[in-house]
């Protein structure tokens, strides 16, 4: 692999965009080229990590809706909307991704929790929480250490299972 070239994106954070400038690697044998996306992004998001994180806990495991938890992201109410119904659907696949990855780290099992949304909450938490016994993890914010080890992709669109990556380990749990 080797650096070529980049793009500009941009990324809104605190209600103000900001310009991000992505750096690109490409295969020298394929010659496929992958975005090289920093801990802060996720994928197909104009928000930050941690304000979609932020938000997603206001809304699955606090007393409000999606219309206060926007509000105090400063992000507009279809877009906390769009990724409370995009977490809910992927839901099972995350709790099962991050209750594994959580459990390969050492970390305790998550406990049984009906709403699915619910349980992948419990089990990004866990996992964060047994990675943070590694060095290099606790310095990452929660939302950032499941949009590192995902790839960004822990609210894509995509069906396929996610393939977790932590330092040189890949795991990919069961699909439910």
């Known amino acids: 692999m080797v650096f070529w070239s980049g793009y500009i994106r941009t990324l809104r954070v605190g209600g103000q965009d900001h310009r991000l400038w992505v750096r690109r690697a490409r295969c020298r044998d394929c010659e496929g080229t992958h975005a090289l996306l920093p801990a802060f992004v996720v994928t197909g998001r104009f928000d930050a990590a941690d304000t979609i994180g932020a938000v997603l806990e206001a809304v699955v495991a606090g007393p409000g809706g999606v219309r206060p938890a926007a509000e105090a992201a400063a992000v507009p109410y279809t877009t906390a909307r769009a990724w409370r119904r995009r977490f ?12 594994a990855l959580a459990s390969d780290l050492g970390g305790d099992l998550v406990a049984p929790i009906a709403e699915p949304a619910r349980r992948a909450l419990a089990a990004i938490k866990e996992a964060y929480r047994a990675a943070c016994a590694f060095p290099g993890w606790r310095q990452l914010s929660c939302w950032r250490f499941a949009s590192a080890v995902s790839g960004g992709s822990f609210l894509a669109t995509n069906t396929n299972p996610l393939y977790l990556v932590v330092g040189k380990r890949r795991f990919m749990p069961p699909v439910p």
């Open 88 to 99: 809910s659907e992927r839901a099972e696949s995350l709790a099962v991704s991050f209750g």
